[in-house]
């Protein structure tokens, strides 16, 4: 039993690292891309379809990715930037690379909810484009950015979990290594109890968070 919890404790840990690390950098690379979809697509503040199509069909394309097969694809990067292709660490790379389409997607869903008259009224007095997306677009979004956001967080828990096949650490490794080719099914059962814990847990505070943004407005 001692020997499950330790297990399981330190997993948990590679899990989260993953999960923080890989959020921050994901959401840097997710958020402009989402906010320039969103200001050259048709709709937007800036129309440029050309523009739009073509990050619209790179970000289509990158989501379109197997996680395994990216994460394969990009160990080279992975070496490059942290010298190894294995474990915790390298696992970020990959990791906030496949949530960046998914963050910008959802980036720009959001800021397609807010109502076009409040963007109306913005620029009829004379806010200029940057001054509509940080006062206008991201306030206004903010509880359906804070829900995208939290989706995010659970996908990844989800990916983190997929690249334990491949030597990607966490939980994920422990369930593969331990659980499942060491027919050790308490370990397997213990590492997927603490994931569905996880992403209940994630999910009742982002639901929190929403829910007491709506009540101020």
């Known amino acids: 039993m001692n020997q499950i919890i330790t297990l399981v404790g330190t997993s948990t840990g590679q899990t989260l690292i993953m999960i923080f690390f890989s959020t921050i ?3 840097l690379l997710g958020f402009p ?3 320039l979809l969103y200001v050259t697509s048709p709709t937007g503040i800036s129309p ?3 523009l739009y199509q073509v990050l619209s069909r790179i970000v289509n394309a990158l989501r379109s990715f197997p996680f395994l097969i990216l994460m394969i694809l990009l160990f080279p990067l992975s070496r490059l930037i942290l010298h190894t292709a294995i474990g915790t660490k390298a696992t970020i790379v990959p990791l906030s690379i496949a949530a960046a389409p998914f963050v910008a997607r959802i980036i720009e869903t959001s800021l397609n909810e807010v109502d076009q008259g409040v963007i109306q009224a913005a620029k009829a007095m004379g806010s200029t484009n940057l001054q509509i997306i940080t006062k206008v677009l991201i306030p206004e ?3 359906s950015l ?3 956001i939290t989706l995010t967080i659970i996908n990844l828990i989800g990916y983190s979990a997929m690249a ?3 030597g990607g650490g966490g939980l994920g490794d422990l369930a593969i290594r331990y659980g499942y080719q060491r027919f050790r099914t308490d370990v397997m059962i213990a590492s997927v109890v603490v994931l569905l814990v996880m992403v209940e847990v994630i999910q009742l505070i982002g ?3 929403v829910n007491r943004m709506l009540k101020k407005r």
Request: glycine share 14%; net charge positive.
């Open 141 to 143: 979004a903010l509880p």
């Open 146 to 148: 804070v829900s995208g």
């Open 33 to 35: 891309l989402g906010v």
């Open 207 to 209: 639901t929190l968070i």
């Open 25 to 27: 950098f994901s959401l």
């Open 48 to 50: 440029k379809p050309a």
């Open 164 to 166: 334990g096949a491949i």
